[in-house]
């Protein structure tokens, strides 16, 4: 027969009630005894028996460091009893200063590092206490905490540090229990300080106020903390996640490269587990363009090289980085303490007033341990001032006893002495009798009286008392106090996009005939005085500059083609490359269409804005579409202007509805129009007449008249002039216009023409290549039907195949000096440097 069930007795208990009952009793000892800090002194039980047992072997800041061995073994023995290894290594993170932002264990020898080095054995390393760790213990001899029996029941040890230095605000602390965690950031002494006098001054002041003078946790590491969002949960609520950020910056390397800098990291981030992240993404290439990782750390301060290739912008190689490794990550802030013995997730407010909170205990339980200790004093003295008094029948009574016990007993009897006072007396040395002794003695007992008085006074007044805690926070601030090594940053740490990194700046755009695209910078183009011979542009002598325009590397750029299509891109996404680059195929960046070819270019920085796009042909149509149409360009294009066979699209320009628009052919006739007069048609429609050209002219320039401006027109042999726009009345549209410049031999047909004002330069290229930057301003104001002046000085067989107007920079209003190779000064006629290139 199967065995019949056992009813649960006295002493038999059922298997899953004594599994219960006992895991929720090493859950309990964990939390209370191993894992959690205490709120009051920011400790866990290990690092606090550590502290004591070091304060036992007098390890004071001033005192010889003690091999760590000695340490681990003396808490072992007496307080700790888990083992020395475990021990070391709680010894060991109080003492690094890259783990603790105000370490508590001065260590000598090797500690480990940031790397995530271990430290050397116990038996090689020695310690001793801090400044700071001692101001922990103060007053621990005062009955200022509870006591309890150690583990053996032979001595006793603290349950609590009276910690004047606010522990668990300066250094957080970390730790897992059973089922809950805590992660406490560390904070900057002078910051909390101030918090604390804050909340003493005014009780009721609110979170805002304290963060005014304590704005967010402070790293050992130093970093970027990276909005305050986090920060501001992590305060309100007990939790939050705060986005850290390694310290970078970006310098020039060799050969055009880029090289990006790391000095701080996160905190808690290992520096070898970092750097070889990196080198993963630099040896499977998941980012292409990064060339290496080096490490040139030293005693001074931390210095790791990210090697960038010279074509691939570093703010996107660094974003990259950013968001795929440790150089930023999160702070998960998890503010779980001990509270009344019982876990208690804590905000900011409370953390500050339990620390005000326990202060408070410990100065009063001072203040009554002194006072008793006064009143010892006082009583002692009283029984002095009496044995003054009757100082001849004392020592008669002290003469006649037989031992010390009868004179104790008749000193009792005959002067009302306590057996304390009769024994202090009996213990007085002979010099005590001296007049000069006497003295000293009735001083002492007016001092002791006054001591107590003010005893007294500050326990029964709370101001009082507030004002001790006070000068105790003042002097902690102004002794230990240091600067912030965290930067927190307004800004808060979302995914940036490529265009966040890349700095916004004018570049020009340059497109070839072969349809070959480049950007380059304006300063590659070295400002020369008119005349000169300007610089090489491209290699290629047999590929002619068709198009440069100026545009905001964050701008769009609209690209339309001889056909009448539209393609869009911004203007970053055109890589910066040298003077002397031949650039890269305009097909690799937009979908053209097999047989055409890029004719104008917009550069627009709001596509969905108010406004027209006014779009002429080489044959004189013109049509105008309002600019939002263009919002939504596919990757393949749209059709912006349905061209006639013969015709191709050549200029686009962006007007506001009522602008002027001025046309130049190429045999020097002009004619200036409203734009009202060309009606607002669809996207896909086609133009209407804008000027009558004879035979075998065309179209080279298009512009928007501009208040205050000048036309300048450029020939193909190098002449330009300047003529003001007065000169040039308002004609109805399909005429044929006025002449504009005299044609000759000298000066060759019009190949360019620009609106421009006094400030701005003009970039003027040519077919060879070569390119030359002039101040407007230079150009003299001439008739309208002039020929002009000599711009550029143009080589054999050489001729202007384009020019582009460059807007308004800031200047000196002086003309750079310039120098030809060998070194002598340039004129009118001979101007001309070769630059370095970019």
């Given at each position: 027969?199967?065995d019949?069930p056992?009813?649960?007795?006295?002493d038999?208990?059922?298997v899953?009630?004594?599994?219960?009952?006992?895991?929720?009793?090493?859950?309990?000892?964990?939390?209370?005894?191993?894992?959690?800090?205490?709120?009051?002194?920011?400790?866990?039980?290990?690092?606090?028996?550590?502290?004591?047992?070091?304060?036992?072997l007098?390890?004071?800041?001033?005192s010889?460091?003690?091999?760590?061995?000695?340490?681990?073994?003396?808490?072992s023995?007496?307080?700790?009893?888990?083992?020395?290894?475990?021990?070391?290594?709680?010894?060991?993170?109080?003492?690094?200063?890259?783990?603790?932002?105000?370490?508590l264990?001065?260590?000598?020898?090797?500690?480990?590092?940031?790397?995530?080095?271990?430290?050397?054995?116990m038996?090689?390393?020695?310690?001793?206490?801090?400044?700071?760790?001692?101001?922990?213990?103060e007053?621990?001899?005062r009955?200022?905490?509870?006591?309890?029996?150690?583990y053996?029941?032979?001595?006793?040890?603290?349950?609590?540090?009276?910690?004047?230095?606010?522990?668990?605000?300066?250094?957080?602390?970390?730790?897992?229990?059973?089922?809950?965690?805590?992660?406490?950031?560390?904070?900057?002494?002078?910051?909390?300080?101030?918090?604390?006098?804050?909340?003493?001054?005014?009780?009721?002041?609110?979170?805002?106020?304290?963060?005014?003078?304590?704005?967010?946790?402070?790293?050992?590491?130093y970093?970027?903390?990276?909005?305050?969002k986090?920060?501001?949960?992590?305060?309100?609520?007990?939790?939050?996640?705060?986005?850290?950020?390694?310290?970078?910056?970006?310098?020039?390397?060799?050969?055009?490269?880029?090289?990006?800098?790391?000095?701080?990291?996160?905190?808690?981030?290992s520096?070898?587990?970092?750097?070889?992240?990196?080198?993963?993404i630099?040896?499977?290439?998941?980012?292409?363009?990064?060339?290496?990782?080096?490490?040139?750390?030293?005693?001074?301060?931390?210095?790791?090289?990210?090697?960038?290739?010279?074509?691939v912008?570093?703010?996107?190689?660094?974003?990259?980085?950013?968001?795929?490794?440790?150089?930023?990550?999160?702070?998960?802030?998890?503010?779980?303490?001990?509270?009344?013995i019982?876990?208690?997730?804590?905000?900011?407010?409370?953390?500050?007033d339990?620390?005000?909170?326990?202060?408070?205990?410990?100065?009063?339980?001072?203040?009554?341990?002194e006072?008793?200790?006064?009143?010892?004093?006082?009583?002692?003295n009283?029984?002095?001032?009496?044995?003054?008094r009757?100082?001849?029948?004392?020592?008669?009574?002290?003469?006649?006893?037989?031992?010390p016990?009868?004179?104790?007993?008749?000193?009792?009897?005959?002067?009302?002495?306590?057996?304390?006072?009769?024994?202090?007396?009996?213990?007085?040395?002979?010099r005590?009798?001296?007049?000069?002794?006497?003295?000293?003695?009735?001083?002492?007992?007016?001092?002791?009286?006054?001591?107590?008085?003010?005893?007294?006074?500050?326990?029964?007044?709370?101001?009082?008392?507030?004002?001790?805690?006070?000068?105790?926070?003042?002097?902690?601030?102004?002794?230990?106090?240091?600067?912030?090594?965290?930067?927190?940053?307004?800004?808060?740490?979302?995914?940036?996009?490529?265009?966040?990194?890349?700095?916004?700046?004018e570049?020009?755009?340059?497109?070839s005939?072969?349809?070959?695209?480049?950007?380059?910078?304006?300063?590659?183009?070295?400002?020369?005085?008119?005349?000169?011979?300007?610089?090489?542009?491209?290699?290629?002598?047999?590929?002619e500059?068709?198009h440069?325009?100026?545009?905001?590397?964050?701008h769009?750029?609209?690209?339309?083609?001889?056909r009448?299509?539209?393609?869009?891109?911004?203007?970053?996404?055109?890589?910066?490359?040298?003077?002397y680059?031949?650039?890269?195929?305009?097909?690799?960046?937009?979908?053209?269409?097999?047989?055409?070819?890029v004719?104008?270019?917009?550069?627009?920085?709001?596509?969905?804005?108010?406004?027209?796009?006014?779009?002429?042909?080489?044959?004189?149509?013109?049509?105008?579409?309002?600019?939002?149409?263009?919002?939504?360009?596919r990757?393949?294009?749209?059709?912006a202007?349905?061209?006639?066979?013969?015709?191709?699209?050549?200029?686009?320009?962006?007007?506001?509805?009522?602008?002027?628009?001025?046309?130049?052919?190429?045999?020097?006739?002009?004619?200036?129009?409203?734009?009202?007069?060309?009606?607002?048609?669809?996207?896909?429609?086609?133009?209407?007449?804008?000027?009558?050209?004879?035979?075998g002219?065309?179209?080279?320039?298009?512009?928007v008249?501009?208040?205050?401006?000048?036309?300048?027109?450029?020939?193909?042999?190098?002449?330009?002039?300047?003529?003001?726009?007065?000169e040039?009345?308002?004609?109805?549209?399909?005429?044929?216009?006025?002449l504009?410049?005299?044609?000759?031999?000298?000066?060759?047909?019009?190949?360019?023409a620009?609106?421009?004002?006094d400030?701005?330069?003009?970039?003027?290229?040519?077919?060879?290549?070569?390119?030359?930057?002039?101040?407007?301003?230079?150009?003299?104001?001439?008739?309208?039907?002039a020929?002009?002046?000599?711009?550029?000085?143009?080589?054999?067989?050489?001729?202007?195949?384009?020019?582009?107007r460059?807007?308004?920079?800031?200047?000196?209003?002086?003309?750079?000096?310039?120098?030809?190779?060998?070194?002598?000064?340039?004129?009118?006629?001979?101007?001309?440097?070769?630059?370095?290139?970019?």
């Open positions: 027969m199967p019949e056992i009813e649960p007795t006295e038999i208990v059922k899953e009630v004594e599994l219960g009952r006992s895991y929720v009793n090493y859950a309990l000892s964990v939390i209370i005894s191993r894992a959690l800090p205490d709120v009051r002194d920011g400790l866990k039980p290990v690092q606090r028996r550590i502290l004591y047992s070091m304060r036992l007098n390890l004071s800041p001033d010889v460091t003690k091999k760590c061995a000695k340490i681990c073994g003396s808490t023995g007496d307080f700790h009893p888990h083992g020395e290894a475990a021990i070391y290594l709680t010894l060991v993170r109080m003492a690094q200063p890259w783990s603790l932002r105000y370490p264990v001065d260590g000598q020898g090797n500690f480990g590092n940031i790397d995530g080095d271990g430290p050397a054995a038996r090689y390393t020695e310690a001793r206490l801090t400044p700071v760790a001692m101001e922990m213990m007053d621990l001899d009955e200022t905490v509870d006591w309890v029996p150690n053996s029941q032979e001595v006793n040890e603290p349950t609590v540090l009276p910690s004047k230095f606010p522990n668990l605000l300066c250094n957080g602390g970390q730790g897992i229990a059973v089922g809950m965690a805590t992660n406490l950031p560390p904070h900057n002494l002078t910051e909390v300080c101030n918090a604390l006098l804050l909340r003493l001054d005014n009780p009721d002041c609110s979170l805002d106020e304290v963060m005014e003078v304590m704005p967010g946790p402070d790293f050992p590491t970093g970027t903390i990276m909005g305050a986090g920060i501001r949960s992590a305060y309100e609520t007990g939790r939050g996640s705060i986005t850290l950020q390694a310290r970078t910056m970006i310098e020039p390397g060799e050969a055009g490269k880029s090289i990006i800098v790391v000095t701080e990291i996160p905190y808690q981030v520096k070898e587990t970092l750097i070889k992240s990196i080198f993963n630099v040896k499977e290439r998941s980012f292409d363009g990064l060339l290496s990782v080096q490490d040139y750390s030293d005693k001074v301060g931390m210095r790791i090289e990210i090697e960038v290739r010279r074509d912008n570093p703010n996107r190689a660094l974003n990259y980085l950013l968001k795929r490794t440790a150089l930023r990550t999160t702070f998960g802030a998890i503010m779980l303490t001990l509270v009344d019982a876990p208690r997730t804590c905000p900011l407010l409370l953390l500050l339990q620390h005000i909170k326990h202060r408070r205990d410990v100065i009063e339980r001072r203040t009554r341990y006072l008793m200790r006064t009143l010892e004093e006082v009583h002692l009283e029984g002095y001032q009496i044995a003054r009757f100082l001849d029948e004392i020592i008669k009574v002290i003469r006649a006893a037989t031992d016990n009868t004179a104790r007993v008749d000193l009792v009897r005959q002067f009302d002495f306590s057996p304390l006072q009769a024994n202090a007396i009996l213990a007085m040395p002979l005590r009798l001296t007049q000069l002794e006497q003295t000293k003695l009735e001083a002492d007992y007016k001092d002791a009286l006054l001591r107590v008085q003010n005893l007294l006074d500050i326990l029964n007044d709370h101001a009082r008392l507030t004002g001790v805690l006070r000068d105790e926070i003042v002097y902690l601030r102004d002794k230990y106090g240091d600067e912030r090594r965290t930067k927190i940053q307004a800004r808060e740490a979302t995914d940036f996009t490529d265009e966040d990194l890349i700095p916004e700046e570049a020009i755009i340059s497109i005939r072969d349809g070959y695209i480049k950007r380059v910078s304006i300063d590659a183009y070295r400002q020369q005085k008119r005349g000169g011979k300007g610089v090489m542009n491209i290699q290629k002598a047999d590929d500059p068709a440069l325009f100026q545009v905001s590397t964050h769009f750029i609209l690209f339309f083609t001889d009448g299509r539209v393609y869009k891109l911004k203007g970053y996404e055109i890589p910066e490359s040298g003077r680059a031949k650039g890269m195929p305009v097909i690799n960046y937009i979908n053209i269409l097999g047989g055409e070819r004719t104008a270019t917009v550069s627009v920085k709001d596509i969905t804005g108010e406004g027209f796009l006014t779009m002429i042909t080489e044959r004189g149509e013109v049509k105008r579409t309002p600019l939002k149409a263009f919002a939504n360009i990757n393949n294009g749209l059709i202007f349905d061209i006639e066979e013969g015709d191709e699209l050549g200029w686009a320009l962006k007007t506001r509805g009522a602008d002027d628009v001025i046309l130049i052919t190429k045999n020097g006739q002009s004619i200036r129009f409203s734009e009202k007069q060309a009606t607002s048609r669809s996207r896909a429609a086609g133009g209407v007449r804008a000027m009558t050209l004879k035979d002219d065309i179209i080279v320039s298009a512009d008249i501009q208040t205050d401006a000048t036309l300048l027109v450029v020939s193909e042999n190098g002449y330009g002039k300047r003529t003001d726009l007065s040039y009345r308002v004609q109805g549209r399909g005429g044929s216009g006025i504009t410049m005299q044609c000759t031999d000298k000066t060759g047909q019009i190949v360019g620009e609106v421009v004002q400030d701005d330069r003009l970039l003027v290229m040519t077919v060879n290549g070569k390119g030359i930057r002039v101040k407007v301003k230079e150009i003299r104001l001439t008739k309208r039907v020929q002009g002046v000599k711009l550029i000085s143009l080589g054999q067989g050489d001729m202007v195949r384009s020019i582009a460059i807007v308004q920079e800031e200047d000196d209003g002086s003309i750079e000096a310039a120098l030809d190779d060998d070194g002598d000064d340039i004129d009118d006629t001979d101007a001309g440097i070769e630059p370095s290139d970019g």
